[in-house]
């Protein structure tokens, strides 16, 4: 049997809510026909679908990145303001879309306030600069009085937005990007930009912008050039990346979680290693501002996609296996609170999104929206170490020999309650688990989302085929929480010292 070993006083750190955060990109069918549907039947009078609204609310999103993504990189705030009967249609040379520009800046700050999420800007430092990034955040921030908050106001908005986290770019080191730059031309147009924007608003959290993922030739090279510049002057350094079964090698995909681990180690001990140059006292914190499960080899790349009008774009559906893997990613984040401050589930709507639409139709939950809802909704303020001993191992021939169990758990003081976050990686052994406790805690709750089908799937006509299933052989035995793990398996396991459920 394993053991599972968690105590209050082994604490990784407090818990940013913004983990929690999901990105919007003018991608596919994220926002057209995703978020923004004028005409569908539950859209209100700003064109926001509420079935989706409500469905974001659920998802326990807190923070949501915009406009981009590769797109921001190609994009001119200005095309999306002000009368929208005047708005160009523009072509988007990131996906090869048409653009119409009906969904811009203030439309996404207005649906941001309904889905109660904080908007987090990334700017254009592709093809466009300092100026440019510097007259948004005026038009976004700043009080009237002054030309560009003046156009807020014409447009609708007499309160500036007060938007507080800003990306500076987008994977600037990717060749796929519009405008992109070595690590020395980004490092040296993130610190002007840097400095200029808080020249406007000296509170700003800044993000710049780290590896695309961990494969890129340029990886740890790049973080130390980017920070040695900017350093004092950015809040956070960002990561992206994405998983997907490769080559039938499921049981290193269900492992996805051990490459997220060490990406974000290397990342700490490269911002670390900068810390130490400087002989700084300021630790720098990590925004992985998009991670998801992507099946990648489904898509053509974007030269391989024909100019058009926009339409449906790695709309990815998920199985069983991969909400597990969601699932252990957030553990994963979870693991790291302690230096990953803001994370962003790519994408929100549609585009390798928890939540999936039919244009003028219905809207559902797909099987990763579960693990994400139930962990942003249960996760406590404090975030705790986890030690698993006696448990099986796996062997992967990406990682080699792991644990099968991955864990977490968070603690909130006021009142005692513990989640315990567990996934059981293997794909063939299930696990005995039993979690010691201290006198007087119960079990209140616990919730597995596993599938004798691994394959199976949510579908608009069968959109609940796939949810997390109460557990009902969990009890207290011997003063320890016990509890069978089938394999390929999420569970939550909610225990306190007393009271109602």
């Not at 990784?12 to 991608?27: K, N, P, Q, T």
């Not at 500036?160 to 500076?168: A, F, K, N």
């Not at 898509?299 to 926009?310: M, Q």
């Not at 790291?336 to 709507?349: E, F, P, T």
Request: with cysteine.
């Amino acid at each position: 049997m394993a053991r599972l070993v968690v105590d209050p006083a082994f604490v990784v750190g407090a818990l940013d809510r913004r983990l929690f955060g999901s990105f919007v990109e003018h991608m596919g069918r994220c926002v057209y026909t995703g978020i923004y549907e004028p005409g569908h039947a539950t859209a209100d009078p700003d064109g926001f679908r509420q079935d989706v609204l409500e469905l974001v609310r659920e998802l326990g999103v807190t923070t949501i990145r915009y406009p981009g993504g590769n797109f921001v990189s190609n994009y001119d705030w200005e095309d999306g303001v002000g009368p929208k009967e005047q708005r160009p249609r523009r072509l988007d040379l990131a996906w090869r879309a048409i653009e119409p520009n009906q969904f811009g800046t203030d439309e996404f700050v207005a649906w941001s306030r309904k889905a109660e999420v904080e908007p987090i800007w990334a700017v254009n430092l592709g093809t466009r600069g300092i100026k440019e990034a510097v007259e948004l955040l005026e038009y976004c921030n700043l009080p009237a009085g002054m030309e560009l908050p003046d156009r807020r106001v014409a447009n609708g908005t007499a309160e500036p937005h007060d938007i507080r986290v800003w990306c500076l770019g987008n994977e600037m080191d990717g060749p796929w990007q519009i405008g992109h730059k070595t690590a020395e031309e980004y490092a040296r147009l993130a610190e002007e930009t840097a400095n200029a924007m808080r020249r406007v608003d000296p509170g700003l959290e800044l993000v710049a912008c780290g590896s695309s993922n961990a494969g890129m030739a340029t990886f740890g090279e790049w973080e130390r050039v980017v920070l040695e510049r900017t350093y004092d002057l950015v809040d956070h350094i960002s990561l992206h990346a994405y998983y997907e079964p490769k080559n039938g090698d499921q049981a290193s995909f269900l492992a996805a979680s051990e490459e997220m681990d060490r990406f974000i180690s290397s990342v700490v001990a490269t911002a670390d290693h900068v810390k130490a140059l400087k002989r700084s006292d300021k630790e720098m914190s990590l925004s992985f501002d998009e991670w998801n499960v992507w099946y990648q080899q489904h898509f053509p790349g974007e030269l391989g996609l024909d100019i058009r009008e926009v339409g449906p774009l790695i709309e990815d559906t998920y199985t069983v296996d991969d909400a597990v893997v969601v699932g252990s990613l957030l553990i994963t984040l979870l693991r790291h609170a302690d230096r990953v401050k803001i994370a962003c589930l790519a994408q929100l709507v549609n585009v390798i999104g928890p939540i999936r639409t039919e244009p003028d139709g219905r809207a559902w939950r797909q099987t990763i929206f579960h693990p994400f809802a139930l962990t942003a909704k249960y996760a406590g303020p404090t975030v705790l170490r986890t030690a698993v001993t006696g448990g099986p191992d796996v062997d992967t021939a990406a990682f080699g020999r792991i644990p099968a169990l991955w864990s977490t758990a968070t603690y909130d003081e006021s009142t005692g309650e513990l989640s315990v976050f567990v996934v059981n990686r293997s794909e063939t052994d299930k696990v005995d688990l039993e979690v010691p406790l201290a006198p007087g805690y119960r079990v209140v709750e616990h919730l597995a989302l596993h599938d004798d089908d691994r394959a199976a799937v949510n579908t608009v006509d069968n959109p609940d085929r796939v949810v997390p299933r109460p557990v009902d052989d969990t009890g207290i035995v011997n003063g320890s929480c016990t509890a069978t793990l089938p394999p390929a398996s999420w569970h939550l396991i909610r225990l306190s010292p007393g009271g109602t459920p």
